[in-house]
């Protein structure tokens, strides 16, 4: 009796965690998803305007001695920035280039800003970014404290979500799934596909900035922390995004907590002995979802 | 002064031009048709006068104002809109929603959305049947139905249709052709661009290219007369 307790005790304890982390993911794949809807491009360097947005906010707390919510405002400007310069340096050059040309050209700007964190910022390697509360008990879940500065992930994930699927109900968001899908005649009618571009990726480089600066306090950072290693958030990011359909924005949201809880519950006891429970259990549950229902949970059937 | 004026246009695509210094007008109120084969230049120049294309020399003139170079966003503002060749609807919006983004430029005027969804949906009732349907499911003639209803929506001064009847059933496409004639009566000027002799007697002026450049200006009773089908159009 007492193992069945605890397994269930571990399976509320997964499921808490995997919420957690999956927000996230969940925040990363709605910035992925959104570039995909207006501009059908594989974003690779999502999670790297999250880790500028790191590194600027930790420059301007530690080294400028900024206030905290200054800090975090020059985060996500350094983070939208970057999201900015990405889309009128690479990807409006090649607008009409194939869609894998871009995809692998984000791919270099993320390895190319990798790159420069380990030139200029790799010692310290580890760094610590202040959370928004220190508080770490006030909230309790299944008897599993939950600290604040998840509490406000979960909060911010919510928000953000609820804003993009409401803007997609708009004439704004109309007018940029019309430029994703007839750039020429969404022109025509006097939307200007240029603006779109731009406000999408800058839409997509905040998102991607609230997943760093919101994340990073959990544990510590390092250059490239969010793109990949241990709290990297990019290929999770994905996996939910794909999941969720990669059009959806309520799929991204579902998508990427779903990952988050099947990656966690990778780390139950019964699963000890199995290496890469983890990943493995991620992967699986995406191959499921690809065989049966392809177009993803809440995606539509392409037409 | 005539609505539109196109003088000595030169546009090409990279360094070889295909519109050899085209010069044409078109009065205010008329039905003018642009004739010519495959590759004569026609969409090239529609591509011009809506802002799609930049001319690397000659002007055009819109109402008096040169817009030559501006972009096509800021033209259909001033009141010049194109059914563009390809009818390129939104193919995964509604019937609905290709119009309403079709008066993106008066979207703040909810009277005149109003109007002008009224306008389209009697110009082509069977729009009004398929409100909820995904325009990449409609037919071929409804898409056409749906690009230049979509075009009509911004109430522009100057209407450009680029292929209208292309890949359309005769009957379709003479249906296409008298509603272009009501709008027309109704006060819009109106540029089709065709290589079907059909449109013909909804013409007051008939132009037709040949390899870049104009090569016959017609009104009235010279369209009748020429004969033109065996002289340009080798049919």
């Known amino acids: 009796m007492v193992l069945g307790v605890s397994f269930v005790d571990q399976l509320s304890t997964a499921l808490v965690i995997g919420v957690i982390t999956g927000g996230v993911y969940a925040l990363v794949a709605l910035g992925l998803v959104l570039v995909y809807k207006a501009s059908g491009v594989f974003n690779f360097a999502q999670a790297e305007f999250g880790t500028v947005a790191v590194y600027a906010a930790y420059a301007a707390l530690e080294f400028a001695g900024l206030p905290y919510g200054i800090a975090l405002l020059v985060g996500v400007s350094a983070g939208v920035a970057m999201g900015l310069a990405t889309e009128r340096l690479i990807i409006r050059p090649l607008f009409d280039a194939p869609r894998v040309t871009l995809l692998v050209a984000t791919a270099g700007v993320a390895l190319l800003v990798i790159g420069v964190q380990f030139w200029r910022a790799n010692d310290p390697a580890l760094r610590v970014l202040a959370p928004i509360s220190n508080e770490l008990e006030r909230v309790r879940v299944f008897g599993i404290s939950v600290s604040d500065q998840r509490i406000v992930i979960l909060l911010v994930l919510a928000a953000t979500a609820a804003g993009l699927a409401l803007f997609f109900r708009s004439p704004g968001g109309l007018a940029v799934l019309a430029a994703s899908q007839e750039p020429t005649a969404a022109e025509l009618v006097g939307v200007s596909v240029r603006r779109v571009s731009s406000l999408t990726w800058g839409v997509a480089a905040l998102l991607g900035s609230l997943a760093g600066l919101l994340s990073a306090p959990i544990s510590n950072f390092s250059p490239g922390f969010l793109t990949a290693g241990a709290s990297g958030a990019l290929i999770p990011g994905f996996t939910g995004a794909v999941i969720g359909g990669m059009t959806s924005m309520p799929g991204a949201v579902v998508g990427g907590l779903l990952v988050g809880i099947v990656e966690s519950l990778g780390g139950l006891n019964a699963l000890e002995g199995i290496p890469g429970a983890r990943s493995l259990l991620v992967f699986a549950s995406l191959l499921v979802v690809l065989l049966v229902r392809p177009q993803g949970l809440l995606g539509r059937a392409a037409a | ?235």
């Open chain 2, 1 to 235: 002064m005539a609505l539109l004026e196109v003088r000595d246009l030169v546009v090409g695509y990279g360094p070889h031009p295909v519109l050899h210094g085209v010069s044409l007008d078109i009065e205010a109120g008329e039905t003018c048709v642009l004739f010519g084969l495959n590759g004569a230049g026609k969409t090239t120049t529609v591509s011009a006068i809506a802002g799609l294309l930049a001319p690397s020399s000659g002007t055009i003139t819109f109402d008096g104002q040169p817009i030559a170079g501006r972009p096509a966003a800021a033209l259909v503002a001033s009141g010049i809109s194109l059914s563009p060749e390809g009818r390129r609807v939104f193919a995964r919006l509604t019937v609905e929603q290709n119009l309403q983004l079709g008066g993106w430029v008066r979207r703040k005027d909810a009277a005149v959305a109003r109007t002008q969804r009224q306008l389209v949906f009697d110009y082509f009732p069977r729009l009004a049947e398929r409100g909820d349907q995904v325009a990449g499911t409609l037919s071929g003639g409804e898409q056409q139905m749906l690009a230049i209803g979509r075009a009509l929506m911004s109430q522009p001064r100057l209407l450009l249709v680029d292929e209208a009847s292309l890949g359309l059933s005769p009957t379709v496409a003479r249906t296409v052709f008298e509603v272009m004639d009501r709008i027309n009566d109704d006060g819009t000027t109106v540029l089709i661009v065709e290589q079907n002799a059909g449109v013909l007697p909804y013409a007051d002026r008939v132009l037709i290219m040949e390899k870049g450049t104009l090569v016959f200006t017609g009104v009235g009773d010279e369209i009748r007369d020429a004969d033109l089908r065996s002289t340009y159009l080798g049919a």
